[in-house]
């Protein structure tokens, strides 16, 4: 079992123009389409999809559109009742991909709602082998709240993987000491802020062929407990560096129609291949497959395996790596 948490869900409305968006004009519409969301959420449609049970966790109320859209599409959950609407975010995506995100910040979620989702989140722990933290956080939660959660964590037998931003994202680095986690899935700008490098860099190292500069700031997180993180680099592919050493995948080239959701299907991608029990570089190639797949489909759509084309992407290491590992994945 997989469960995904998403304290802060959202109705995904993506509306793709036939025209690139001009900023006050007026534009046509050429398709609109309407999914349920959140980080954590879009994780398990994907591991659905792929036949994985999954369960995603989340704060709604019983009523609320959101939980009727994830009962239309058979995705197992399990709901914290609130008494407010989930959010909506809107996504406008131009003709050659270029996506502007809308995201509302979520109704407040109050301390006796915190308190049973945390409850919930630990209880399902006991029988999970993954445990997914996703997403940001809504008004009334603190920061920290993710870092509790992995310490909370720490005695059941689940490994528990991260991916969000901002304020949480640095209140979990701050908390490495106690709460750091098996698996962290930053982009390259999250990635740089969390340690003070500049995101340009990072990313024009990595238009230049050079992966070096992600592999050594994400190797600062390895050095301080966390197990392995998979840096997604939109295009460019992502890099995978764990305690046995680094690898980098570069997809396939692809008519990008839509990025909403591309990095929750590697996330996803990286827990299918790990629950089969593949290593590290098979891990990192299906991740990417699956992210580069869900970015040539149109809204927030999510690919099924069938749409996965796994030999397409490139995984070359970087560092060596340890004789365990299979040394086949390069092509």
């Known amino acids: 079992m997989i469960v995904t948490v998403t304290p802060n869900p959202s109705i995904d409305r993506t509306v793709t123009l036939g025209a690139p968006l001009t900023r006050g004009a007026v534009h046509r519409v050429s398709s609109v389409t309407t999914e349920p969301g959140g980080k954590g959420v879009n994780v398990a449609r994907a591991l659905t999809l792929a036949g994985l049970d999954a369960v995603a966790v989340l704060p709604a109320p019983c009523n609320d559109p959101l939980v009727a859209a994830l009962r239309a599409g058979a995705v197992p959950f399990s709901c914290v009742p609130t008494a407010a609407a989930v959010r909506t975010n809107l996504a406008i995506t131009e003709p050659d991909g270029t996506t502007t995100k809308l995201n509302e910040p979520g109704a407040a979620l109050l301390a006796p709602a ?189 690919p099924t395996p069938a749409q996965v084309d796994l030999d397409a992407v490139l995984v070359t290491p970087i560092a060596p790596i340890s004789p365990t590992t299979n040394p086949k994945v390069s092509r």
Not at 220 to 248: F, H, P
Not at 253 to 277: E, F, Q
Not at 297 to 302: C, D, E, F, R, V
């Open 114 to 302: 915190l308190d049973a989702l945390t409850r919930s989140v630990v209880a399902s722990a006991e029988t999970a082998a993954w445990v997914v933290l996703s997403g940001s956080l809504p008004p009334g939660v603190p920061d920290h709240w993710y870092a509790d959660v992995v310490a909370l964590l720490e005695p059941y037998p689940c490994r528990v993987a991260i991916d969000t931003s901002e304020r949480p994202l640095e209140a979990l680095f701050d908390a490495f000491e106690r709460a750091a986690p098996d698996l962290i899935k930053p982009n390259a700008e999250e990635l740089a802020g969390v340690l003070g490098h500049s995101p340009h860099a990072l990313e024009a190292a990595v238009a230049q062929g050079d992966p070096e500069p992600v592999v050594a700031a994400a190797r600062q997180l390895v050095d301080r407990g966390v197990r392995a993180v998979l840096v997604t680099l939109g295009a460019a592919g992502a890099v995978l560096v764990d305690e046995t050493g680094s690898w980098m995948a570069t997809p396939p080239p692809i008519v990008a129609r839509s990025t909403v959701g591309a990095g929750d299907a590697a996330l996803a991608g990286y827990l299918r291949a790990d629950v089969a029990g593949a290593g590290p570089p098979q891990r990192l190639q299906m991740a990417v497959a699956y992210g580069s797949a869900a970015a040539a489909l149109p809204g927030s759509a999510l």
